[in-house]
């Protein structure tokens, strides 16, 4: 069993910063990759951020620039560092993993999603 548990959401005025935590714990092998979805009402969730456990970086042309995405390798945590935010980042966030789980002496890949925190920007 592995579970991520998000933080750090909340409201931001448009221009202000908001730092989103995302920690995963249980029978977990080796995370390989770990990263940010966000979901809008009406619209289709689409990738922010992903981070290796090699620390290489991918981002959403929206957000390059003024997110930055840290972590994985301590303590299994991800963050997300979200600066000069817009309306338009307003959304639920959700974490994801893609990790080696580990139960006994197998193992087997999974792909594990958070709750999600909503992030809300006013303009």
């Known amino acids: 069993q592995v579970e991520l548990v998000e933080s750090g959401g909340g409201l931001a005025q448009a221009g202000g910063s908001l730092r989103l935590s995302c920690a995963a714990s249980?029978?977990?092998?080796?995370?390989?990759?770990m990263g940010w979805y966000r979901q809008a009402p009406g619209k289709q969730r689409e990738l922010v951020a992903t981070?290796?456990?090699?620390?290489?970086?991918n981002y959403a042309d929206s957000v390059k620039g003024r997110f930055t995405i840290s972590g994985v390798s301590v303590r299994n945590t991800v963050y997300l560092q979200m600066n000069s935010l817009k309306p338009e980042d307003s959304a639920v966030y959700l974490c994801?993993?893609?990790?080696?789980?580990?139960?006994?002496?197998?193992?087997?890949?999974?792909?594990?999603w958070g709750q999600g925190t909503l992030v809300t920007v006013s303009s």
């Open positions: 981070i290796t456990s090699g620390r290489i970086t």
């Open positions: 994801n993993a893609r990790l080696v789980g580990a139960q006994g002496s197998s193992f087997r890949n999974l792909e594990v």
């Open positions: 249980g029978s977990i092998f080796a995370i390989t990759t």
